[in-house]
C-alpha cells in the first residue's frame, strides 16, 4: 500500500511539473515578457486539488512508512500457536477439588529424588502409602523398608516392566500419583494418572515441548484433577520470606526480577540412570532446566493472577566444558553433537512491563547460584552469593531498624535483617520450620513443598501452583530453543490460561479455616 501512495504522488508531481514546464517552454518561444496575467490564477486555482491531492499523497505515504517499520519490528517477532480449548472445557485457575482425609499416594520412580520423596513422606500425617514403582526391584525393596522402619503398612510394590507404572494410576485406592522419573516420561504418566481420575505431583522439568505442555493443560481441564510440578524453590526460607514482605508492599512496585540454576553438575553427571540428563543435553539447546528460578520469579510478578509473560528473547555461549568432560570420560563419539551452551540466557518481558532474567549453566566449575534478585520502586533483595535487603530506614517501623539509619543504596545490617526476616516470617514457615529443618530435604524446603500438597489437598484448597504454573515454566524449554536456533530472535509467550489470566489479582496461598489434624 505504502509504494501505490508513493507511485501516485509520483506521478501527480511529474504531471504538475510538465504542465509548468510546457508553459514555460511556449513562452520562451513567443518570448513574452513577464507579464501579470489573470489567467495564470485561473490555472493555478485549478491545479490546487491537484496539489492538495499530491501532499496527501505524500504524508500518507510517510505515515504508511513509520507504520509499516513499526510493524515489521512487531512480525520479527516468532508467533507461537495457541491451540483452541475444547468447547466443553473452561480454565481450572483457583481450582478446589473434595477435601480428602487421608491422602493415598502411589509413587513411581525411586531413584535419589524418588526415594527421598518416600523418606519425607514417612514423616507426613495424613497420608498412605500405597505403591512404590520402579524399573529396578532393588530401588523399590530400600524404599519398602524406610516404611517398616516408620512402622507404616507394607505398600504394593511394581518394578521390572517398561509399563509397570501404568497399573499404579490404574490401582483404585489412590488419590495421588507422585513422579520422579526422567523428563521423558514424565508427560505420559501425569497424562494416564489423571485420565485414571488420579491427582499429580511431578518433579521438574514436568513437561518438555509444546505439545506435552497443551495435552496437560487439556487432560487436567478435562478432568478437574490438580496437576502440580513440584518446584521446591518457592519454598526456600529467604525466598518465602521476600514474597510474604513484597506481597506486604515492602518493596514498592516490583519492576524487574531475576533466577537461575547454575549448578555444575560434574559430580552427578553418573547418577542418572542410562544418562539420560546428559542424554537431553547433548541433543537440546536453550534453558532445559528452568524452574527453580522461573518458579519464585513468576510468584513475584503474579503471572496469570494479573499479569502474564508476553515474549522472551534467549541466547547462549557455545559449549566447552561439556565436551571436555564428555572426552576426558571417553565419550568421543557424542562430543560434536552436543547441542546446550555453556551458558543460556533469557530475557522475558510481561505483558504489564515487567522483566525477568533467567539463567541457566550445569556445566562450568563455579559457586552454585540460584540468583534471586528483586528490584523495585522501594528496595531491593538478593540471595546469592549474599543474602541480603535493602530498603530505607526510614520506611521501616523503629522496632525493626532501633534507630539505626540506613538508605537502600546498600545492604541494612545483618542484625536488622534477622529482625526484618523474623517479623515477616511467612505463616507457612511459622507452622512448620522446625519440623522441615528436621526431616530436611534441601534445607527442609523439600518438606514444606510436600506438607503444603497435602494440606491443601486435606482441605479441598487451590494448590500452591497449578497446571498453568506447570506450563509457563516449562514453557522456556521449547522457548528459548526457538528463539535460539533462530537468531535469538524474539518468541511470543503463549497465554496458557487462554484468556483467564488477569481474573485473579495477586498471588497468594490458599488456607482453610479450620486446621486438621
Not at 32 to 56: G, H, R, V
Not at 212 to 229: G, L, P, Q, S
Not at 460 to 470: C, I, K, N, Q, R
Request: glycine share 6%.
Amino acid at each position: 500500500m505504502f509504494y501505490f501512495y508513493a507511485f501516485v504522488s509520483i506521478l501527480l508531481v511529474g504531471r504538475l511539473y510538465w504542465k509548468r514546464r510546457t508553459s514555460v517552454c511556449i513562452k520562451e518561444e513567443k518570448h513574452d515578457l513577464p507579464t501579470i496575467n489573470p489567467q495564470n490564477f485561473i490555472t493555478m486555482k485549478k491545479n490546487i486539488p491537484l496539489i492538495i491531492l499530491t501532499i496527501a499523497c505524500i504524508v500518507v505515504g510517510i505515515f504508511l512508512t513509520v507504520t509499516t517499520h513499526k510493524e515489521e519490528k512487531i512480525t520479527r517477532c516468532i508467533a507461537v500457536h495457541t491451540p483452541e480449548r475444547p468447547t466443553d472445557q473452561q480454565d481450572i485457575i483457583g481450582l478446589s477439588c473434595p477435601p480428602i482425609d487421608t491422602v493415598r499416594i502411589g509413587f513411581i520412580g525411586l531413584g535419589s529424588r524418588g526415594s527421598e520423596a518416600v523418606r519425607r513422606f514417612t514423616h507426613q500425617k495424613g497420608i498412605e502409602v500405597k505403591a512404590l514403582c520402579d524399573l529396578h526391584q532393588a530401588k523399590v525393596d530400600s524404599c519398602q523398608q524406610m516404611l517398616l522402619r516408620a512402622k507404616l503398612p507394607k505398600a504394593a510394590e511394581y518394578h521390572g516392566s517398561e509399563d509397570a507404572w501404568k497399573q499404579v494410576c490404574e490401582q483404585p485406592d489412590i488419590d495421588l500419583i507422585y513422579i520422579a522419573t526422567d523428563w521423558l516420561s514424565h508427560t505420559p504418566m501425569m497424562v494416564y494418572a489423571m485420565e485414571h481420575g488420579k491427582h499429580v505431583a511431578c518433579e521438574v522439568p514436568a513437561a518438555m515441548n509444546l505439545e506435552e505442555i497443551w495435552k496437560v493443560i487439556d487432560t487436567a481441564e478435562r478432568t478437574h484433577k490438580h496437576c502440580m510440578m513440584l518446584e521446591n524453590c518457592v519454598y526456600d526460607f529467604f525466598e518465602i520470606t521476600t514474597l510474604n514482605m513484597a506481597q506486604q508492599g515492602l518493596f514498592g512496585e516490583i519492576t524487574h526480577v531475576k533466577g537461575a540454576y547454575n549448578h555444575c553438575l560434574q559430580e552427578y553427571w553418573g547418577d542418572y540412570d542410562a544418562n539420560w540428563r546428559m542424554q537431553y543435553n547433548i541433543g537440546n539447546k536453550g534453558d532445559v532446566y528452568p524452574t527453580h528460578g522461573m518458579g519464585p520469579a513468576c510468584q513475584l510478578l503474579d503471572i496469570h493472577r494479573g499479569d502474564r509473560m508476553k515474549y522472551l528473547v534467549a541466547m547462549d555461549s557455545d559449549p566447552v566444558s561439556l565436551p571436555t568432560y564428555l572426552k576426558s570420560h571417553g565419550n568421543t563419539e557424542e562430543t560434536p553433537k552436543l547441542q546446550n551452551g555453556e551458558v543460556t540466557l533469557t530475557l522475558i518481558r510481561t505483558e504489564k512491563g515487567k522483566t525477568i532474567q533467567i539463567e541457566h549453566n550445569v556445566a562450568s566449575p563455579r559457586p552454585y547460584s540460584r540468583l534471586y534478585q528483586l528490584t523495585g520502586t522501594k528496595g531491593f533483595a538478593n540471595k546469592y552469593p549474599i543474602e541480603g535487603y535493602a530498603l530505607n530506614s526510614k520506611e521501616l517501623p523503629q522496632n525493626i531498624t532501633q534507630e539505626q539509619v540506613f538508605t537502600a543504596h546498600e545492604y541494612m545490617p545483618e542484625c536488622t535483617k534477622r529482625q526484618l526476616m523474623d517479623q515477616y516470617k511467612d505463616p507457612i514457615v511459622k507452622a512448620m520450620e522446625e519440623e522441615a529443618k528436621k526431616v530436611g530435604g534441601h534445607g527442609g524446603m523439600d518438606f514444606i513443598m510436600d506438607a503444603r500438597l497435602i494440606y491443601c489437598l486435606r482441605h479441598g484448597l487451590p494448590l500452591d501452583m497449578d497446571v498453568y504454573d506447570l506450563a509457563e515454566w516449562c514453557s522456556l524449554i521449547p522457548l528459548t530453543k526457538l528463539s535460539i536456533e533462530n537468531g535469538s530472535v524474539p518468541v511470543e509467550v503463549p497465554d496458557f490460561t487462554r484468556g483467564g489470566w488477569n481474573r485473579t489479582q495477586g498471588y497468594r496461598h490458599a488456607f482453610a479455616e479450620t486446621q486438621k489434624d
